[in-house]
Every structure is written in structure tokens, then in C-alpha cells.
């Protein structure tokens, strides 16, 4: 039996968004929902996602 996980959590530790593997910003190993997740929030920005808030 195999499982494939098509949906995951922004490894951002603030965000809750859900991103499609597929189209995940990948870094460091970790699967992100924005560049701006991504660069840990480097300029300030949040994720842009309706009803996210984060910002590293």
C-alpha cells in the first residue's frame, strides 16, 4: 500500500496555509506557500493568502 500527499501545511511556523506539494516553494527541504514564507519573512512581507497573517 502507498499513500501520496498531494496537500501540506506552509512550514512557515505563523502561516496557516495549505499548498498542493506540486506547487510548494521548496527550501531548505521544506515545503512553502509563498516566497515570502520561504525567506523567513526577510523584507517584513506576509504571504498575501486571504485570512493568513503571518509574517515570520
Known sequence: MSVTVEMVKCACA???????????VEAEGRSFCSDSCAQHHADGEGCEHAGCACHG
Open 14 to 24: 505563523d502561516c496557516v496555509c495549505i499548498v498542493t506539494a506540486g506547487k510548494a
